[in-house]
């Protein structure tokens, strides 16, 4: 009676072994389970997708971009230049590039018995290597702003007010200058007084160096002329950067007189250098 007794508990030992150990496993599958869905959970967010590239993908051939019209206006021959050398002369000279599709120029050169100018136009195409930090578009107005920091020009903003007038200090009215008195006599015996200093005359207006509007995207004008020397005439040299979406382009304009005390005005010199930018923003624009 008693093996008998033995035998039939040891089956229903084995029967509750196998239950606990099947109750485990299904608590560890539950377990496991869960973790795996917190953990999806944590992941699931989705990334921010990267900027799109920039407009530009390639640039044009600079040698080519400038209209030959153009040219002649900025660059005048020398009436006696043979027909031979004015061919070179407005074909330019391309700047050497190691990437064609990246930084990309040209330059030209004409001499005559009155001055020398110098002209040379550069495009350069910005990518961000990381545009899911910032874009093409992105990258290349900081390029510009650093470049517009070395020209030590302002960033374009408002205008500042005078000091409690609330008035912008374009507008800010000013006063009527007072009548000029009649002209009299000299008294016996005094100098008659030195006729007036005649107004320069507008070729001769300093226009400076600025931020310009309307050109491209942004866009500023460098004008620097060299200090007055006894021997050495004078040179005037407008630059001109503007901005079209993830291209910046340069415009290079210089005009040297061949005699001293001869001064290349400002307005024409920087009208010609705006004149081309504009064309060229015409031209990224087809």
């Known amino acids: 009676m008693q093996r008998k007794a033995v ?6 030992i084995a029967m509750l072994t196998a239950l606990a150990a ?14 795996g869905a917190a953990t999806d959970n944590k992941a699931g967010g989705k990334a921010a997708a990267p900027a ?33 050398q004015r061919g070179p002369l407005y074909a330019g000279t391309a700047d050497a590039s190691y990437d ?46 650093a470049r517009l920091t ?10 500042p007010t005078p000091s409690g007038t609330g008035v912008p200090a374009a507008t800010t009215p000013t006063q009527a200058a007072p009548p000029p008195a009649s002209p009299s006599a000299p008294a016996p015996g005094a100098t008659a007084p030195a ?20 050109l491209g995207n942004e866009a500023f004008l460098d004008d620097k002329l060299s200090p007055a020397g006894a021997t050495a005439a004078q040179t005037r040299t407008v630059r001109i950067v503007f901005r079209t979406s993830n291209v910046l382009v340069t415009v290079e304009y210089s005009v040297q007189p061949s005699l001293p005390g001869v001064v290349p005005p400002s307005t024409e010199t920087q009208d010609r250098a705006r004149q081309l930018a504009q064309d060229l923003v015409e031209r990224f624009n087809e």
């Not at 530009?56 to 043979?82: F, I, Q, T, W």
């Not at 006729?195 to 160096?209: D, F, H, K, N, Q």
């Open 7 to 12: 035998r039939e508990f040891l089956p229903g």
């Open 22 to 35: 099947g109750l485990a496993g299904l608590t560890g599958c539950t377990s496991g389970g869960q973790t």
């Open 52 to 84: 799109q590239p920039g407009k530009y993908r390639s640039l044009p051939a600079p040698c080519k971009a400038v209209d030959g019209k153009r040219l002649k206006g900025m660059l005048p021959a020398a009436e006696n230049l043979p027909p031979e």
């Open 100 to 145: 064609g599709d990246r930084h990309v120029g040209c330059r030209w050169t004409a001499q005559s018995a009155e001055e020398t100018r110098l002209l040379s136009v550069g495009f350069e195409r910005v990518v961000s290597y990381d545009r899911g930090a910032a874009s093409d578009d992105d990258k290349a107005r900081q390029v510009f702003v």
């Open 150 to 159: 070395d020209a030590h020009l302002p960033f374009p903003g408002p205008i």
């Open 195 to 214: 006729p007036p200093t005649p107004s320069p005359s507008p070729s001769a207006v300093e226009l400076g160096s600025r931020v310009l509007a309307g």
